[in-house]
């Protein structure tokens, strides 16, 4: 419920709409092609990102040490609410009161996704992971699919004429993300048991310690090292694309209204079916297969992207055909969605899988490390890339992420990775455990 709700704070605020109103109205330069207000935009969700890069790790080690998951998701939740409520007091030409709580918003829902995915390993054993994960996933963008849908035809188009309604954009997500995730602090659990607090000691300092102990031992966990720069890179590209797929299609594709709505509900779909597909499959396959085949889905959803003006030319005067560009934009669309959801629900799932019972909190904060730096360095690489070259041009570097995500991905055994930590851990596998029963 908790995916389910936040999403409406992701479609509306950084993917659909919020982008395009804070880049277009709210900096407003189209004399030079919106690039002041795509820089702008990168850098505030950049800035949050890196915020979460520091952050995310101690937070999970003391989360691991007081038990204290659900606290510290209040209140990320709580913060997430209240800022994203307040964007409805950003007006034209308001840019630092937009960029400030762009950030602080932004912040607070990364931290509160990374804290949710501690809970995982809890709730799920190593053989239902990828089922709960990839469930996770697509409820959320069925929640992002209705709050968005109700949006886009209560509040109408981004332009400064209806400015006056589409305001309401910040409230509206806000509402939606604090009534849908009640469910979530009713009825999850916090299983952890707490420990004491020594005296003369701090949580902080606990978890500073705790993470450089994490971080000298990293060498024992190796395959889940080498998975978080294989992540890094992937999240690098696939935060570019969330960041600015509407953007894209606002300004270089120049679609309809129409076509805008119709490609909110293409990805939305494509993308739940994807994250529950590749969810039901990845335990068989394994999550690492399923993991690199989204990456490989990914590098041809970029290419398509990049290469949608010229392809329709192409095929226009191939077959003498009168397609539009943004037409052909909703397969690439399409492409994309279907890898969005299950990419990232199979690197939740390799992480849960990867990372001892005990620790599970501190090591999803260094997962919240890995894709919110990967975010911070892909949008401020787009960001003054697309400054030098254009929006077009930038959106192809996302391809070589991916790329290079795939070649550092094949070096992480799973299957050696899941034994080390049961073997640290002094717990067999569940395998092993049933047939110690039966005999």
């Given amino acids: 419920m908790f995916d389910f709700a936040n999403q409406a704070y992701t479609l509306l605020i950084i993917t659909v709409i919020y982008g395009d109103l804070f880049t277009r109205v709210i900096v407003g330069d189209s004399a030079d092609d919106y690039r002041l207000g795509n820089l702008l935009w990168s850098t505030a969700l950049a800035l949050s990102y890196l915020a979460v890069v520091v952050t995310a790790p101690p937070c999970g080690a003391i989360m691991d040490y007081a038990a204290a998951k659900k606290r510290f998701l209040f209140v990320s939740y709580v913060t997430t609410v209240v800022a994203t409520a307040a964007l409805y ?53 069925i929640g992002g699919l209705c709050a968005t849908a109700f949006a886009v035809v209560v509040l109408g188009e981004v332009s400064a004429e209806n400015f006056a309604r ?37 949580y902080v300092g606990i978890g500073l310690r705790r993470v450089a102990r994490t971080l000298h031992g990293f060498g024992e966990l190796r395959d889940l090292a080498r998975f978080l720069v294989s992540l890094l890179l992937a999240m690098a590209g696939l935060y570019v694309i969330i960041a600015y797929a509407f953007i894209y299609g606002a300004q270089v594709i120049g679609w309809d209204e129409s076509v805008r709505t119709l490609m909110f509900i293409t990805t939305q779909i494509t993308a739940a079916l994807g994250a529950l597909g590749f969810g039901l499959i990845q335990d068989r396959w394994g999550a690492k297969r399923t993991y690199l085949a989204t990456l490989l889905i990914w ?141």
């Fill in 89 to 141: 007091w950003v007006e034209p030409g308001l840019i630092v009161l937009g960029f400030l709580l762009i950030a602080l918003s932004n912040y607070a829902y990364s931290m509160g996704e990374t804290f949710v995915a501690g809970f995982l390993p809890d709730i799920a054993g190593p053989g239902e992971m990828g089922r709960v994960s990839g469930l996770g996933w697509s409820l959320g963008y």
């Fill in 299 to 439: 590098i041809i959803a970029i290419v398509l992207i990049w290469a949608t003006p010229q392809l329709t030319v192409w095929i226009n005067r191939l077959s003498g055909s009168d397609w539009q560009a943004q037409h052909l934009f909703l397969l690439a669309g399409a492409v994309a969605g279907l890898a969005l959801g299950s990419c990232q629900s199979a690197g939740r799932t390799l992480v849960g899988l990867l990372s001892p019972p005990r620790r599970a909190a501190e090591l999803f904060g260094f997962w919240g490390l890995s894709i919110k730096l990967a975010g911070a360095i892909g949008l401020v690489g787009v960001g003054l890339l697309q400054a030098w070259v254009g929006l077009q041009g930038a959106i192809l570097f996302c391809a070589l992420f991916f790329a290079a995500a795939f070649v550092v991905a094949l070096t992480v055994d799973e299957t050696r990775g899941r034994d080390l930590i049961h073997a640290c851990a002094g717990i067999p596998e569940p395998q092993a455990a049933e047939g110690e029963r039966s005999r």
């Fill in 166 to 202: 589409i305001r309401w954009v910040g409230p509206f997500a806000a509402a939606f993300f604090l009534l849908c995730a009640i469910p979530t602090f009713l009825w999850l659990r916090e299983r952890g048991t707490p420990q004491p607090l020594p005296s003369g000691t701090r």
